[in-house]
Nanobody, 116 residues
C-alpha cells in the first residue's frame, strides 16, 4: 500500500525557517528518486527539489541556496529544510517520487504559510 505522510508545516515570518518531513511507504521510496512539490493558492503544483537514492540533489531556481533536501533510507523519510523563507514560498507542500506517476497517489500535504 502506497502511503505518503507529510508534516512540519506551519506559519512562519519572512526570513524564518521550517523543516518538513515525509514518511513514505517502502514501495514508493525504495530505489526511487524522491522530491518535494508545492502548490500555491490558485496555481498548479510545481516541483521544488529532488534527492536521488544515493543522495544527489537538484533544486528549482526559486529555492536554490535556501532549501536543502535530504533522505534517510533506513527510515524511508525525506526532509526539506527551508530557510530565508519568503511569502511566495506559501503553499501546500507534498512529497512524492520523481517523476510522479500520472494520476498517481498523493498524500494530504502540509501547509506552509509565510507571513508577517
Amino acid at each position: 500500500q502506497v502511503q505518503l505522510v507529510e508534516s512540519g508545516g506551519g506559519l512562519v515570518q519572512p526570513g524564518g525557517s521550517l523543516r518538513l518531513s515525509c514518511a513514505a511507504s517502502g514501495s514508493i521510496f525504495r530505489i526511487n528518486a524522491m522530491g518535494w512539490y508545492r502548490q500555491a493558492p490558485g496555481k498548479q503544483r510545481e516541483w521544488v527539489a529532488t534527492v536521488g537514492f544515493g543522495g544527489i540533489t537538484n533544486y528549482a531556481d526559486s529555492v536554490k541556496g535556501r532549501f536543502t533536501i535530504s533522505r534517510d533510507n533506513a527510515k524511508n523519510t525525506v526532509y526539506l529544510q527551508m530557510s530565508s523563507l519568503k511569502p511566495e514560498d506559501t503553499g501546500v507542500y507534498y512529497c512524492n517520487k520523481v517523476p510522479p506517476e500520472r494520476g498517481g497517489y498523493w498524500g494530504q500535504g502540509t501547509q506552509v504559510t509565510v507571513s508577517s
